[in-house]
């Protein structure tokens, strides 16, 4: 591996590209008309165009892609995360063409993105699922939630990111969303397959990172708990995740190990799992083949670079370290600052930044590719920065958010970041004692 192509933009293209600048690698980055005078491509080797602005004519365009790839003289793709991070036919077209594809197997990104084959397979691995079923039609659906018992979730069997899932509490309810559940998953993953599953009230989102090489070895590098969420968004995510006791976090962490070598996972991945926090049992979600955007507090409590040991193990080189090698030192929380009005339900909110500023701190990492004159395109994701807090304990971390954040200045579009001040000063944040409806009904 020599030239890595990343098909991105935003702070994760940059993020991949000082990685590949601590490995000695050259980078291209590939990006959309609007974003060739981002700072990810004008950090780069090289920055080439997709397509316009909308993602469904340039990120979206694997058969572009690879051809971009391919005519810059790169060996290798990096998709990041989003886009087309999680698509077979991206790592399929790429390898067919020689091109190192920075990630799992096809196969095993296949699976992952079938909510359904992965719920069996961890069934095959002894790890714990929600009762579920696949539904086809509400004749289905009505007594297989009965079987299951209310209130369920309606969910995508593909796709991510928080969209084709609905809550219904009863059979009308089941039978009014199932239709609006499919057909926004099939306009979003081009796949309407619909599933019910258990919805746990007392819900905790918590998330295991692991990683595995080409040689058989896996290691969990602790744990991530993600319960503040915003309609199923992440809002707030911190490392290692408060108030779970001892023998739940072994075991959430042995289970998603489990789980990674049933399925022959190499490279880095994240198993994600809900706790039922009144009575500590914990159940399989699904798995991610890719970087998450929380990545970052892992690597301040573990001390090790997530992008860079992706490449590394992209490469075929071994993991280089043992399970008993992985240490978490101190307490880590990452908050997302996104363009989005809080007073029009947090819409995104896309328009130019006039000022953009953001404190240095001790122990306070920024993650960001925004600048005084940046343009935020309507095109994607609203996010502006991460800002990622490393403390000796909990406390500490938050207070070092609450000061940065503070000093936050951004002009030009609104953001979250009252939201994010409200929801890390609240006393049931601070007490670790958030479940996954919590923020929606704390800071209405």
């Not at 196969?107 to 992965?118: Q, R, T, Y």
């Not at 708990?225 to 995740?241: F, H, T």
């Not at 579009?413 to 994010?420: D, F, H, I, M, Y």
Request: charged share 25%; aromatic share 6%.
């Amino acid at each position: 591996m020599k030239r890595v192509f990343i098909p991105n933009r935003g702070e994760i293209a940059l993020r991949i590209v000082r990685a590949c600048r601590e490995l000695d690698l050259e980078c291209v980055v590939g990006a959309s008309d609007v974003d060739l005078d981002g700072v990810a491509a004008r950090s780069a080797d090289r920055a080439v165009c997709l397509g316009p602005g909308p993602a469904r004519d340039s990120y979206l365009r694997d058969d572009v892609v690879v051809q971009a790839a391919l005519g810059t003289g790169c060996d290798a793709i990096h998709p990041g995360y989003g886009f087309l991070s999680e698509s077979t036919r991206l790592a399929a077209r790429a390898r067919e063409h020689g091109l190192v594809f920075v990630g799992p197997s096809t196969e095993a990104i296949a699976l992952s993105g079938d909510k359904l084959a992965a719920r069996a397979a961890a069934q095959r691995a002894g790890v714990p699922v929600l009762p579920g079923a696949e539904v086809e039609s509400p004749g289905v659906a009505r007594p297989a939630a009965r079987r299951i018992g209310y209130p369920v979730l309606v969910k995508a069997a593909g796709g991510g990111g928080g969209r084709g899932i609905k809550r219904a509490g009863d059979g009308d309810e089941l039978e009014a969303v199932l239709g609006l559940a499919r057909s926004e998953a099939g306009a979003a993953f081009a796949d309407d397959r619909m599933y019910v599953e258990r919805l746990i009230e007392a819900a905790r989102h918590v998330e295991v990172q692991i990683a595995g090489d080409d040689h058989g070895e896996v290691v969990q590098l602790g744990e991530r708990d993600c319960s503040v969420q915003r309609r199923y968004q992440k809002v707030i995510e911190e490392s290692p995740a408060p108030s779970l006791p001892g023998p739940t976090r072994d075991a959430l962490r042995d289970a998603a190990v489990t789980f990674t070598r049933a399925i022959g996972y190499g490279n880095l991945g994240t198993v994600e799992f809900v706790v039922d926090s009144s009575t500590g049992d914990f159940f399989f979600l699904e798995v991610n083949c890719r970087i998450q955007v929380e990545h970052p507090v892992t690597e301040a409590v573990t001390g090790r670079d997530l992008v860079v040991l992706q490449l590394e193990l992209a490469r075929g080189r071994p993991l280089g370290f043992a399970q008993e090698d992985v240490t978490l030192a101190g307490h880590a929380i990452e908050c997302r600052l996104n363009a989005e009005d809080p007073a029009r339900g947090f819409i995104p909110t896309p328009g130019t930044l006039s000022l953009f500023a953001v404190p240095e701190r001790p122990r306070l990492r920024v993650d960001t590719h925004c600048y005084a004159g940046a343009i935020v395109p309507p095109y994607y994701d609203s996010l502006l920065a991460k800002l990622i807090a490393h403390g000796d304990d909990r406390d500490q971390a938050i207070e070092i958010l609450l000061d940065a954040l503070e000093d936050v200045d951004v002009e030009g579009v609104p953001t979250n970041r009252s939201l994010l001040i409200g929801a890390l000063a609240h006393p049931d944040f601070r007490a670790g004692a958030v479940r996954t409806d919590w923020l929606e009904r704390a800071m209405r």
